[in-house]
């Protein structure tokens, strides 16, 4: 069962959808549009999020869409994370997704860390950590790529191995970190990628 503090927030965000500008539901459903292909011809959907130091917007991606697949019953979807480079996955995207009420536990004590992330107790927890969107623990082919900012939108016109490629870039939360209140700008963030993730994966219902 979905612990009750995510589906009280879950439900908050398909309140939320009138927020969603025109523009990005057109990019959204663009998306929807490729995982439905995607499910359609291959009989699954691999989403891998892309950002440049895959530590912050592409985790909440993947997360997002993890849960989002359980909550609209879209079988078929496997959500996944990567970057142009490798750092690790950032201490304040994590307390973010904690304060949604994500159970979250570090599987190992090294410089880049993975992490189990929990919205049940029951489903797969998403895996995150920090790696090059191409690490083999990633789809190599037949995968959509969802560019989630914008430096890595830039600097990767083609990736290869994938069916589509769709940028929906997100401000990046990390400008929060030196400022009084760091959490404010990845709760917004989270929220915001949430959104538009579940407004995304309702089309496909």
């Known amino acids: 069962m979905i612990y009750q503090q995510i589906k009280d927030y879950c439900r908050e965000l398909e309140g939320e959808f009138g927020l969603i500008s025109q523009d990005r539901k057109e990019i959204l459903a663009k998306l929807a549009q490729g995982i439905r292909s995607s499910l359609d011809q291959h009989g699954r959907a691999d989403l891998i999020y892309i950002c440049t130091h895959n530590s ?5 991606g993947q ?13 078929g979807i496997s959500s996944f994370s990567g970057g142009t480079e490798e750092t690790a996955f950032h201490p304040n995207a994590i307390e973010a997704l904690r304060r949604v009420g994500f159970q979250i536990s570090k599987t190992d004590e090294v410089a880049n860390p993975m992490y189990e992330v929990r919205f049940d107790d029951e489903d797969q927890p998403a895996l995150c950590f920090s790696k090059r969107y191409d690490h083999e623990a990633n789809p190599q082919s037949d995968f959509i790529a969802v560019m989630t900012c914008g430096e890595a939108d830039e600097n990767c016109p083609f990736i290869p191995g994938a069916l589509y490629r769709i940028a929906t870039t997100y401000l990046d939360p990390k400008a929060g970190d030196n400022g009084p209140e760091p959490g404010k700008l990845y709760d917004e963030r989270c929220r915001q990628i949430g959104r538009e ?7 496909l219902k």
Do not use: E, I, P, Q
Not at 197 to 203: A, K, V
């Open 197 to 203: 993730t579940f407004y995304m994966l309702s089309l």
């Open 56 to 60: 912050r917007r592409s985790h909440f």
């Open 63 to 75: 997360v997002w869409a993890h849960v989002g697949a359980a909550w609209y019953g879209v079988n």
